[in-house]
């Protein structure tokens, strides 16, 4: 198997769109939240290459090739928010104090929780751009001596939790204005988050999309500061 994925430039394209539209369909049949399609499909994927003894690297030499579409995909997310500019211009003040706040959130309870469970300064930093999307969060990582592979894990799992979760949580606490639904997620959950807030509506997708943004580059220069914390 091995040899047919090495003879093969996009077996590892193929095997990861196929489970991820797999995903896709099993979600819409079941209206099960945690049938994720990306949750799905990174499980989905990691047993074929347990079952079929697959190695990672020869698996990735294909996949890797659907990683140059993720800059390209974060720059599309403008086009809600250019739709909504003028709602935009309105609020623009409380729009950054929310997206600078769940900024600092997300760094600091990083900074605690590392703290609390002793974590070393490689592990502390890795988790650090948990909440950004990953373009911007493996670069981070990289710069600031953390586990890239890690990050990169992490930052998957927070945004398939948010994507999971937001509209309960919206609901739990009562948060009903489009404008702070769309911050909140996108700021907590970056891409994979946003795709949930399109789904509850133009405003919330438009927000949430500028807020991967946003709460990116603050959380470059948060980054930089809070790697010298601990």
Avoid at 29 to 39: D, E, G, S
Avoid at 40 to 67: P, Q, R
Avoid at 152 to 157: D, G, M, P
């Amino acid at each position: 198997m091995n040899d047919l994925m090495m003879q093969s430039l996009f077996f590892g394209v193929m095997i990861s769109i196929a489970m991820y539209e797999l995903g896709v369909w099993c979600k819409r049949k079941t209206k099960i939240a945690l049938l994720n399609p990306l949750l799905f499909s990174i499980a989905a994927v990691i047993i074929i290459l347990l079952v079929c003894h697959i190695d990672y690297d020869t698996y990735n030499n294909g996949a890797k090739y659907l990683s140059y579409l993720l800059t390209p995909a974060t720059v599309c997310l403008a086009v809600p928010l250019y739709e909504q500019f003028e709602l935009l211009k309105k609020n623009i003040r409380a729009i950054m104090a929310g997206i600078v706040s769940g900024a600092l959130t997300s760094v600091t309870c990083v900074l605690v929780l590392s703290m609390l469970f002793k974590l070393s300064h490689a592990e502390y930093v890795t988790l650090l751009p948990k909440s950004i999307t990953t373009a911007i969060g493996m670069g981070i990582s990289e710069e600031l001596g953390g586990v890239v592979t890690i990050t990169v894990a992490v930052i998957i799992i927070t945004g398939v939790f948010g994507n999971i979760t937001a509209e309960f949580i919206c609901k739990l606490f009562r948060i009903e204005e489009p404008i702070a639904k769309g911050i909140a997620i996108g700021s907590a959950s970056h891409a994979v988050g946003t795709a949930k807030a399109m789904e509850l509506g133009e405003i919330e997708g438009a927000m949430s999309s500028l807020s991967i943004a946003v709460s990116g580059l603050i959380t470059v220069v948060l980054s930089m500061i809070y790697a010298g914390i601990y």
